[in-house]
């Protein structure tokens, strides 16, 4: 069994001995108290009688002794105890971005939307972000024959400003939250409405109460100049960060943007400030300028990354 377990949504799946995997199943996580009992459900409804010998969890959260407390949810995952719960033989917890990166290899052009024409340098660090109810990046290095996809809690560290007006909102917040870190500043759900909120604190407009989904909805339509405004520095902030994080790790193989949010707007972020942001390090700009950058459109790519730790485990 294979799972995808974020902060809002959950994804099962089946895989077959020979790799196949079956239909993926949703559940919202606030529809079960524990990750139990939406494993249980999961498997309930499977018709084929094969028996589920071990399970592979991708996890929204760090990952310590095979077991997570989840950051955006209530949920705890302790593969130990789902192990005993349902007889398997192993459940084995892995970081969810970490799973992402090990899809980076085998994702195909039709699986992404480009942001340029670059095409990136062979066998190089590849780089994986992405805002959803979190903010998770993981990178993908192979070196040396080894291949291991490093794993981060860099949606943590402190939102970076590049602009007096970013300075001046990210002060707005720190007054409200104290330290202003990536996820909730800006990159995610939650830091999509912190960013309106504090925005429209700074410009002194009375705006009406949204969360992420009604702000990108407003922006995408026309109906709210504010909530446009919000978007656009939000794809601006992203490139900052892309690009801080594309120097951090050297990843000159290519940066992937995944999450639930961006997939909603790819011509926006497309025609935003994004890409001049991700190469704007002063005398870096050569450095960054050969990276290509490209959002994950494809469904479920989570699932071609525990396929691909399986097949890499078992080898
Ligand atoms: N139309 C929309 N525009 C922007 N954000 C949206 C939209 N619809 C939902 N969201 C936000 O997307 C987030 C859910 O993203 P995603 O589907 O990646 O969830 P997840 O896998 O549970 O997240 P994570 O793995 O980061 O914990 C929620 O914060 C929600 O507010």
Redesign the pocket.
């Known amino acids: 069994m294979l799972a ?1 377990i ?5 994804r099962f799946a089946l895989m077959e001995e020979d790799g196949r995997i079956g239909p993926v199943t949703y559940a919202r ?1 606030a529809d079960f108290p524990t990750v139990r009992d939406a494993m249980a459900d999961f498997l309930a409804r499977q018709a084929s009688r094969a028996r589920v010998g071990t399970a592979v969890l991708a996890v ?1 959260g760090p990952v310590v002794n095979n077991r997570c407390v ?4 209530p949920w705890i995952i302790d593969g130990n105890e789902l192990r005993g719960a349902f007889g398997l033989d192993a459940v084995q917890v892995l970081n ?1 971005f970490e799973v992402l990166a090990w899809a980076l290899p085998a994702l195909q052009p039709a699986d992404l939307f480009p942001l340029d024409t670059q095409t990136g340098a062979a066998g190089e660090p590849l780089l994986v972000l ?7 990046v993981s990178c993908l290095v192979e070196r040396h024959g080894a291949r291991v996809a490093v794993i981060t809690e860099a949606g943590h560290a402190t939102l970076p400003a590049e602009t007096e007006r970013e300075e001046r909102v990210i002060a707005a917040m720190r007054r409200r939250m104290g330290h202003v870190e990536i996820e909730l500043g800006a990159l ?3 830091g ?1 409405q912190n960013l309106y909120e504090a925005v429209a604190e700074v410009d002194g407009i009375k705006a009406p109460q949204r ?3 009604a ?3 407003a922006a995408l339509d026309g109906s709210c100049d504010l909530s446009r405004t919000v978007l656009e520095m939000f794809c601006a902030i992203l490139g900052s960060v892309a690009g801080n994080l594309a120097v951090t790790f050297g990843a000159r193989g290519g940066v992937y943007v995944a ?3 961006v997939p ?1 707007f790819p011509k926006f972020l497309a025609a935003s400030a994004f890409r001049e942001r991700f190469e704007a390090k002063g005398r870096f700009r050569d450095y960054l300028h050969p990276i290509p950058t490209s959002i994950i459109v494809k469904p479920d790519a989570s699932f071609a990354g525990l396929k691909a730790f399986c097949d890499h485990s078992t080898t």
């Open positions: 995808d974020g902060g809002t949504n959950s996580v929204a989840l950051t955006n949810s969810d992405g805002p959803g109810t979190g903010f998770g995610s759900g939650a999509l969360d992420a989904a702000i990108t909805t999450g639930g949010i909603r």
